[in-house]
């Protein structure tokens, strides 16, 4: 489970890096705004522990080997459905994942203009490629 927090963690901090490249507002903030999603999935991590027999090796390492295009498969045939995590709305359809940005004075301090982001096959390439370095 400590890999996948360590490679989820570096993930997002590549995708919030982007972001807040073009957004000088973000950028001051990034580094809490890595922390809080950090600590979201820390909390919410529980809920694909039963699935995790499935991704690892008898050694409980996470074993992506040749499951690379069974995940870009299930991602891009995964059903549409809206769940909430913390103050995000996150919004699942075939291939994507977006998670809209709440409304109020804090977020657009925080954000600036961006009201969600959106995650595609690309980002999930770029998290598999992380289990396989």
């Known amino acids: 489970m400590e890999e996948l927090l360590k490679n989820i963690k570096t ?10 490249a073009g957004n000088p507002q973000m950028a001051i903030f990034a580094p809490r705004i890595k922390k809080g999603i950090y600590n979201l999935i820390k909390q919410n991590i529980g809920k694909i522990e039963p ?3 499935f991704l690892t ?15 870009i ?10 769940y909430q995590m913390g103050a995000f709305r996150i ?3 075939k291939a994507s994942v977006k998670i809209e940005v709440p409304d109020g004075v804090l ?8 009201k ?11 998290l598999i490629d992380l289990f396989q370095k």
């Not at 090796?57 to 995940?71: A, H, K, L, P, T």
């Not at 977020?107 to 203009?113: E, F, K, N, T, Y």
Request: net charge negative; hydrophobic share 40%; charged share 35%.
């Open 107 to 114: 977020w657009q301090i925080l954000l600036g203009d961006i």
């Open 11 to 20: 993930w997002v901090e590549m995708k919030i890096d982007a972001l807040a």
């Open 57 to 71: 090796d008898e050694d409980g390492n996470i074993d992506i080997g040749d499951m690379r295009s069974e995940v």
């Open 116 to 126: 969600s982001v959106k995650f595609g096959t690309k980002d999930v390439e770029d």
């Open 73 to 82: 498969d299930i991602f891009e045939g995964m059903p549409s459905g809206e």
């Open 51 to 53: 699935i995790m027999p």
């Open 91 to 93: 919004v699942t359809d």
